[in-house]
C-alpha cells in the first residue's frame, strides 16, 4: 500500500509564495511519476503539474507557467510545487498523486495517477 500526504497549505495573500511538499512512504521501490492537481469549490478538478520519476519531462498548466515550479526530491520520496505570485484564482485543495504504471509520462489527466492524498487547502486572499 502506498500513501501520499501533502503539506504546506494555508491562507495568504495575493502576491505571496507557498511551497508545497508531498511525501510518499510503503511500497515506494520502483519508479513513479507525480503530479499535483486542485480543486476549487463547484469546479472539477484540475491539472496543475507533473514531473516525471527522473524529472526528465515536466508539464504545467497555462494558468500556472512562470509562477509555479514541480520539483523532486527521489531519495526523500518527496515532491514540491514552489508557488510565487499567488492569486486568489489559485485558491483550491491542492492534491498530490503518484503514477506507477507509466513513470516517464507527465500525464495531464486524474485517471492516469493511482494513488492520492488527502489534499491540503491553500487560500489566497485578495
Known amino acids: 500500500q502506498v500513501q501520499v500526504v501533502e503539506s504546506g497549505g494555508g491562507l495568504v495573500q495575493t502576491g505571496d509564495s507557498l511551497r508545497l511538499s508531498c511525501a510518499v512512504s510503503?511500497?515506494?521501490?520502483?519508479?513513479?511519476?507525480m503530479s499535483w492537481f486542485r480543486q476549487a469549490p463547484g469546479k472539477e478538478r484540475e491539472f496543475v503539474a507533473a514531473i516525471s520519476w527522473n524529472g526528465a519531462s515536466i508539464r504545467y498548466a497555462d494558468s500556472v507557467k512562470g509562477r509555479f515550479t514541480i520539483s523532486r526530491d527521489n531519495a526523500k520520496n518527496t515532491m514540491y510545487l514552489q508557488m510565487n505570485s499567488l492569486k486568489p484564482e489559485d485558491t483550491a485543495v491542492y492534491y498530490c498523486?503518484?503514477?506507477?504504471?507509466?513513470?516517464?509520462?507527465?500525464?495531464?489527466?486524474?485517471?492516469?495517477?493511482?494513488?492520492w492524498g488527502q489534499g491540503t487547502q491553500v487560500t489566497v486572499s485578495s
Open positions: 498523486a503518484t503514477d506507477f504504471r507509466n513513470p516517464v509520462r507527465a500525464g495531464l489527466n486524474p485517471w492516469e495517477y493511482d494513488y
Open positions: 510503503g511500497r515506494t521501490l520502483g519508479s513513479y511519476g
